[in-house]
């Protein structure tokens, strides 16, 4: 079936350190989104890319969609501890509307 | 962005009763609702499916009997959780879209079952 997948699980990094966390699909995806979970709290909706190749920045972060729209990569630099929590890709799946989300990746800053 | 809220956010009850949990877009009208349900450090895994105004699509595992979904308007869907057990203990999102495909999440209910 359909899988969305995630790597790596958990990354421990020093602050100022650069991060990357990698999602594959087993499908080609019309729209890759991304969210972010903070530690107890809920996934918050951080970016949408729809094109092929795309890039987005958002201030640290740098988002790609692959050429082949089946992968993509979520990267922060210079981390800060503002950044700890659990980075989810997701698509949407072949059936119906909703989405189907990666594992994530758990990120970890220490000072 | 667009807003979702949850209620309660937080619930403990023991075990057979039941649960109402609530989801509502404030800002706008979501046609379509999800239910979600995350168990500590793992993903999210839908639940189940809601169109306002028809009966709820669940996910293959999911029981429909256990877990009730009513989404009478395009601002409000409930899930109830009857006779609920310990292995219900979960973290139960919901989330929202208007149409498009960006999904906005509410803040979630974290059920304890004793």
């Known amino acids: 079936g359909q899988q969305v997948m995630q790597i790596p699980q958990y990354q421990h990094v020093q602050e100022g350190e650069d991060f990357t966390t990698y999602c594959n699909s087993s499908?080609?995806?019309?729209?890759i989104q991304w969210y972010k979970q903070r530690p107890g709290g809920h996934p918050v909706f951080l970016i949408q890319l729809v094109k092929s190749g795309e890039v987005k920045k958002q201030k640290r972060l740098t988002f790609q969609f692959g050429e082949a729209k089946k992968n993509s990569s979520l990267h922060i630099t210079a981390t800060q501890t503002t950044d700890v929590g659990t980075y989810f890709c997701a698509g949407p799946r072949q059936a119906g509307t909703a989405l189907i989300f990666g594992k994530g990746t758990t990120l970890s800053v220490s000072s | 962005g667009a807003v979702v809220s949850q209620h309660p956010s937080r619930v403990i009850c023991k075990s057979g009763t039941s649960v109402k949990i609530e989801c509502r877009s404030l800002?706008?009208?979501?046609?379509?609702m999800f239910w979600y349900r995350q168990f500590p450090k793992q993903s999210l895994m839908l639940m189940a499916t809601?169109?306002?105004?028809?009966?709820?699509?669940?996910e293959q595992g999911v029981e429909k009997d256990k877990f009730l979904i009513n989404h009478a308007s395009l601002t409000l869907s409930t899930l109830t959780v009857t006779s609920a057990h310990p292995e219900d203990s979960s973290f139960y999102i919901c989330s929202g879209s208007g149409g498009v495909e960006t999904q906005y999440f509410g803040p979630g209910t974290r059920l304890l079952v004793l």
């Open positions: 800002d706008f009208q979501a046609t379509t």
């Open positions: 809601s169109n306002e105004g028809s009966k709820a699509t669940y």
């Open positions: 499908t080609t995806l019309s729209n």
